[in-house]
């Protein structure tokens, strides 16, 4: 998700791990998302792979599984429950099936805030977030990344358009909510540095922790805009009852190429057995079926690979 926070280094150190469902999806969020999911069979077990389950670390050969972690509100791709362990959507099936190829069970742990995440990974709690998550440069100096989507950052706005968003450049003088420390935010407060220098009011920047409080302002007429990546602003759209729709699409929006991927930590060897298995469910059709089956088809890559951001 593109949500690239500027400091990392103090602040991930310093951050505590809150478990136990603190990053599911907040109760004010209920009527957002909606509790329907994809229809139909989700993806064909695998075969494990002998020579990828090899190439484990020992230490998840002898727990026998692998610990992923996320932050809850990222659908899509990442649905989480209330019991803070459970998790439907993309990434969801994406990981059973990378659990089966890799003949170990993946289990989830939700966080509150990618922060936290990304300190559990470092400290080694987890062994990585199955994501996506938003590759950036900078990230990838303590972080590396198995990209497995591409991404687009747009508006979600009420529907008509009614403040005609048609690209960033159209924000001045609005009320935005952004996901807080995500790279979005960054380009928001930006804008409206620009918008001052230009003479135009700046823009109100309205940070959230989650994707659903976030759409909530918008729905509830507190923002004119979220400002988000597409796959989950489509998905929020969709179950929006008509009442949003999605603008500035087709634009760059203040970004270059966006990879999106799992996350390990710096030169895990975890790393490259992860790209592995997701190369094989590419080549294998699972992956296509599963970007499919929920609606992220056009954020598909061919080939899965490791810190994108850097060739892109």
Same mark, same amino acid.
């Given at each position: 998700?593109?949500?690239?926070?500027?400091?990392?280094?103090?602040?991930?150190?310093?951050?505590?791990?809150?478990?136990?469902?603190?990053?599911?999806?907040?109760?004010?969020?209920?009527?957002?998302?909606?509790? @329907? @999911?994809?229809?139909? !069979?989700?993806?064909?077990?695998?075969?494990?792979?002998?020579?990828?389950?090899?190439?484990?670390?020992?230490?998840?050969? @002898?727990?026998?599984?692998?610990?992923?972690?996320?932050?809850?509100?990222?659908?899509?791709?990442?649905?989480?429950?209330?019991?803070?362990?459970?998790?439907?959507?993309?990434?969801?099936?994406?990981?059973?099936?990378?659990?089966?190829?890799?003949?170990?069970?993946?289990?989830?742990?939700?966080?509150?805030?990618?922060?936290?995440?990304?300190?559990?990974?470092?400290?080694?709690?987890?062994?990585?977030?199955?994501?996506?998550?938003?590759? +950036? !440069?900078?990230?990838?100096?303590?972080?590396?990344?198995?990209?497995?989507?591409?991404?687009?950052?747009?508006?979600?706005?009420?529907?008509?358009?009614?403040?005609?968003?048609?690209?960033? !450049?159209?924000?001045?003088?609005?009320?935005?909510?952004?996901? $807080?420390?995500?790279?979005?935010?960054?380009?928001?407060?930006?804008?409206?540095?620009?918008?001052?220098?230009?003479?135009?009011?700046?823009?109100?920047?309205?940070?959230?922790?989650?994707?659903?409080?976030?759409?909530?302002?918008?729905?509830?007429?507190?923002?004119?805009?979220? +400002?988000?990546?597409?796959?989950?602003?489509?998905?929020?759209?969709?179950?929006?009852?008509?009442?949003?729709?999605?603008?500035?699409?087709?634009?760059?929006?203040? +970004?270059?190429?966006?990879?999106?991927?799992?996350?390990?930590?710096?030169?895990?060897?975890?790393?490259?057995?992860?790209?592995?298995? +997701?190369?094989?469910?590419?080549?294998?059709?699972?992956?296509? @079926?599963?970007?499919?089956?929920?609606?992220?088809?056009?954020?598909?890559?061919?080939?899965?690979?490791?810190?994108? $951001?850097?060739?892109?």
């Amino acid at each position: 998700m593109p949500d690239h926070p500027r400091i990392l280094g103090a602040a991930l150190l310093a951050g505590a791990l809150l478990l136990a469902g603190c990053g599911a999806n907040p109760e004010e969020a209920e009527g957002v998302l909606d509790s @329907q @999911q994809p229809t139909g !069979a989700s993806a064909a077990a695998q075969v494990k792979d002998q020579a990828l389950y090899d190439r484990l670390p020992d230490k998840v050969k @002898q727990a026998g599984k692998l610990i992923s972690v996320n932050n809850g509100s990222f659908p899509p791709y990442e649905i989480a429950g209330a019991d803070g362990r459970s998790l439907t959507g993309a990434s969801a099936d994406m990981s059973e099936a990378i659990g089966q190829v890799l003949g170990v069970k993946i289990e989830h742990v939700t966080v509150d805030g990618l922060p936290s995440s990304l300190t559990g990974i470092a400290s080694g709690r987890y062994d990585f977030a199955i994501g996506p998550v938003g590759d +950036f !440069a900078d990230r990838q100096k303590a972080n590396d990344f198995v990209d497995w989507v591409k991404e687009y950052v747009v508006f979600a706005v009420p529907k008509g358009n009614p403040d005609k968003i048609g690209s960033v !450049a159209d924000t001045c003088g609005l009320k935005i909510s952004v996901m $807080a420390g995500g790279s979005a935010e960054a380009v928001i407060k930006k804008q409206s540095e620009t918008c001052a220098k230009e003479g135009k009011p700046k823009i109100g920047v309205q940070s959230y922790k989650d994707q659903p409080t976030s759409v909530l302002a918008v729905s509830s007429g507190r923002a004119d805009a979220f +400002f988000s990546s597409q796959a989950p602003l489509t998905y929020f759209v969709s179950q929006a009852g008509g009442k949003l729709e999605l603008a500035g699409k087709g634009q760059a929006n203040g +970004f270059d190429d966006l990879y999106q991927g799992a996350v390990v930590a710096k030169d895990s060897p975890l790393r490259d057995v992860l790209r592995d298995a +997701f190369q094989k469910l590419m080549d294998n059709g699972t992956y296509d @079926q599963v970007m499919a089956r929920w609606g992220t088809s056009d954020n598909a890559l061919d080939q899965a690979g490791v810190n994108l $951001a850097t060739a892109s």
